[in-house]
């Protein structure tokens, strides 16, 4: 059974710019969330799909957004990136909504420049 | 507003013997607790829970110690390998919400 897949594995972007990254969930799964990991700051909630909706979000600024497609695959949106946005960007799956076990992709690294 | 605190950033230890991570929360709605363990360009792995009608569980060598009126929670691993050396997160979470986790803790176990 596949993991979680996220791509691109690395990214460079200039700040300004926007940035979409994908998430496919294993397959089954019907939530996914989004996590933003820095040094020190630990896995920062960015929000959760479940069903194509959002279902929880975290303190981000509307400069992060997601959705969810039908076959729960996710993205996430960065736009106006800036520096302070440079980070490990990972992706959850679990069966039901994200407060049992969750699986992770090996995350995106995204570098702003 | 850190709900879940993991107060030590690192922690080193030899081999064989007794790792202890710790970790406290605030929330007292929390009711499922959660540690997963991260390999460098890896994402995390779930590692071991415990629901808050325990107090302990036990999988092989580790075992997650849960104390609810200290809302202080732990992991335990004995023996330690070299392969354990990993950053570990505790993860808190309450029925229908997210997970919240700590900042990590990063293990080291010298061989």
């Known amino acids: 059974k596949a993991g979680v897949t996220q791509t691109p594995r690395y990214l460079i972007k200039t700040r300004g710019q926007q940035v979409t990254l994908s998430c496919s969930p294993i397959?089954?799964?019907?939530?996914v969330s989004w996590y933003q990991q820095t040094p020190g700051q630990g896995l920062q909630f960015l929000f959760e799909y479940f069903s194509e909706t959002q279902r929880n979000k975290g303190n981000f600024p509307g400069r992060f957004s997601g959705r969810q497609f039908s076959n729960s695959r996710s993205e996430m949106n960065v736009s106006t990136l800036e520096l302070g946005d440079s980070a490990l960007y990972l992706c959850a799956s679990s069966l039901q909504l994200m407060n049992t076990e969750a699986f992770f992709g090996q995350g995106t690294r995204l570098t702003v420049v | 507003d850190q709900q879940v605190k993991q107060n030590s950033p690192s922690l080193s230890v030899q081999e064989g013997r007794i790792s202890i991570l710790n970790c406290d929360y605030t929330n007292s709605m929390f009711d499922y607790f959660l540690w997963y363990k991260k390999y460098p360009a890896e994402g995390p792995t779930f590692l071991i829970s415990i629901s808050s009608i325990k107090d302990k569980n036990e999988d092989g060598r580790f075992t997650v110690f849960l104390n609810k009126s200290a809302k202080h929670l732990s992991l335990h691993i004995v023996p330690s390998q070299p392969g354990d050396s990993a950053v570990y997160f505790c993860a808190a979470s309450r029925e229908g919400n997210k997970l919240v986790f700590g900042a990590g803790t990063i293990l080291r176990v010298k061989s």
């Open positions: 397959s089954g799964h019907r939530s």
